[in-house]
């Protein structure tokens, strides 16, 4: 361990303390997640600077470094300072700024999520002790908090944007778990790495360790779904880790959980259950379309109208399939850097919709929500968005419902679960050889992608067209795949001029 303990560490250490030896003794690179939350924390710092107003920069190479600029302005009667590192021993503390306002030191610092949680408050307790060992207390820590009812008009508004918590007063809340960090941390880094699994692990995102931690071939028994989090890690640590040991161990679940494990690992076939599966494809009709949205919740609004954290939808992937012969288009859309994505998304799904197509979704969650604001927003294209999102078609409802399932699934119901369990050795939609593997991924790839130069943004841009791309035309495939097993009579919708010149005809025979 050469370097000094700091706030992420604390913050490791409260979540799992294997998880704060691993990242403290090894130089792992950081997870695109990490980066992510790196640069949104970098954005936000520059506004809540902004807000403060000048200070004499302590940033440097070393905590040491840092703390002794701070020391040396302090000295020479600075009263500003932003990035300021204080020193206590083996722990180190960072705040984004300092101020000295004649009574004492304030404190400041920025958040990347909504709220002033434990964590926070668990940070700021931390920042405190240090400081305050290491001769500099303070008498406020402000926490910046991005207020979620501020609407963006032009460029960001610090002063409107964050809401300052002072949480110096909560500080005693969290003292045991800081002092306990203080005793154990030289310690713990010391000693054997022990790993205790449990659902910590998975949220909020999968840790990094996790294959490391569980130290099992994959895929392994931590690998299905279906069984709750408590009871999976108490079977795990009890040795049963292979995937015929759940099978094996079944009935120790509650009885709805054995049945799961029973259905999926009994067999490698793939069941599907072809009445079921027909009635559901039976209720579409060409033209048929396969939707995929992707959205964003930047802390720091992109665009004017917008609040911090607003959901808003920043891709698509549109594949269409005319008639039961016709070659499948495809439509996809990114905005310009810096362009409002909702009203091209709203005029050209309008446009390349035909009119009273089947619409084709997986998980109609994200689709609905995102359809149904658009049509609200934009009027003109409001009465075309509503009809596409009332008669979406669900396709995840049957792997939902297990009228489709298999082993290879692993009681998951997600895209990346069930395409390759019905094309199995089909490369063309694998997801793990991809740049981006899953929506967060896009997510957090497209808000980097604003503030990027012109080339890495392109770069993140092909990664995110491959990506959504991927999603429709896994769906349109499925979708064949199952009409041809099952046989359904999926027909044509007649198009209205054709069926108004139906209707002529009939008069006309009629007269
Ligand atoms: S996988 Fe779990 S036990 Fe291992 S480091 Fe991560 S959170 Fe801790």
């Not at 506004?47 to 940033?59: T, V, Y």
């Not at 020391?71 to 000295?100: L, P």
């Not at 099992?216 to 690998?223: S, T």
């Amino acid at each position: 361990m050469d370097r000094l303990f700091d706030n992420s560490d604390l913050t490791r250490f409260r979540h799992c303390p294997t998880l704060f030896v691993r990242a403290a003794t090894s130089s792992a690179p950081d997870s695109e997640a990490s980066e992510y939350r790196r640069s949104q924390y970098a954005l936000l710092k520059e506004q809540l600077l902004a807000l403060l107003g000048d200070g004499e920069d302590c940033a440097a190479d070393t905590p040491e470094q840092s703390f002794a600029k701070f020391r040396a302005a302090a000295e020479r009667g600075v009263k500003a300072f932003n990035n300021v590192t204080f020193v206590d021993g083996s722990f180190c503390a960072s705040v984004d700024a300092v101020r000295d306002r004649g009574e004492g030191l304030e404190f400041f610092y920025t958040k990347t999520t909504p709220k002033a949680t434990d964590s926070a408050v668990a940070k700021a307790a931390y920042i405190d002790a240090v400081a305050s060992k290491s001769g500099y207390p303070p008498i406020s820590i402000s926490v910046a908090v991005c207020n979620r009812s501020y609407v963006r008009r032009g460029a960001i508004v610090p002063d409107k944007l964050f809401k300052l918590v002072d949480l110096k007063p909560r500080v005693e809340e969290a003292r045991r778990v800081v002092e306990d960090f203080f005793a154990n941390a030289e310690r713990l880094v010391k000693e054997p790495i022990t790993c205790d699994m449990a659902v910590k692990c998975e949220r909020p995102d999968k840790c990094e360790y996790y294959a490391e931690c569980a130290a099992v071939p994959r895929p392994c028994m931590l690998d299905f779904h279906g069984i709750d989090g408590p009871t999976t890690y108490k079977l795990f640590a009890s040795g049963c880790k292979s995937l015929d040991d759940l099978l094996d161990n079944a009935h120790l679940l509650k009885p709805a959980q054995a049945a799961m494990v029973r259905m999926y690992l009994t067999d490698d076939k793939l069941h599907i259950d072809e009445q079921r599966v027909r009635a559901f494809l039976e209720k579409l009709h060409y033209p048929m379309c396969f939707l995929d949205f992707e959205a964003c919740q930047p802390a720091l609004p992109l665009y004017n109208g917008t609040r911090p954290f607003m959901q808003i939808p920043f891709q698509y992937s549109l594949h269409v399939k005319r008639t039961q012969y016709s070659e499948l288009e495809h439509y996809q859309y990114l905005p310009k850097r810096g362009e409002d994505p909702r009203p091209e998304i709203a005029r050209r799904l309008s446009n390349q919709i035909p009119h009273a197509a089947s619409v084709v979704v997986f998980s109609k969650g994200l689709e609905c929500k995102v359809l149904g604001t658009l049509a609200t927003r934009y009027r003109t294209f409001g009465h075309k968005l509503s009809l596409v999102r009332n008669g979406i078609a669900d396709l995840q409802e049957l792997f939902a419902s297990r009228a489709i399932y298999s082993r290879a699934m692993l009681g998951s119901t997600s895209l990346k679960a069930v395409y390759p369990a019905l094309f199995p050795g089909d490369k063309s939609c694998d997801y793990s050889i991809l740049d981006v593997r899953n929506g967060a991924e896009a997510m957090r790839l497209f808000t980097r992608a604003q503030y990027a130069d012109a080339e890495e943004c392109e770069r993140f841009y092909q990664y995110l067209y491959t990506y959504c791309g991927k999603d429709t035309l896994s769906l349109a495939r499925m979708v064949t795949m199952l009409v041809a097993v099952t046989g359904a009579q999926v027909g044509q919708r007649k198009s209205h001029r054709k069926r108004k010149k139906k209707v002529e005809q009939k008069e006309e025979e009629t007269v």
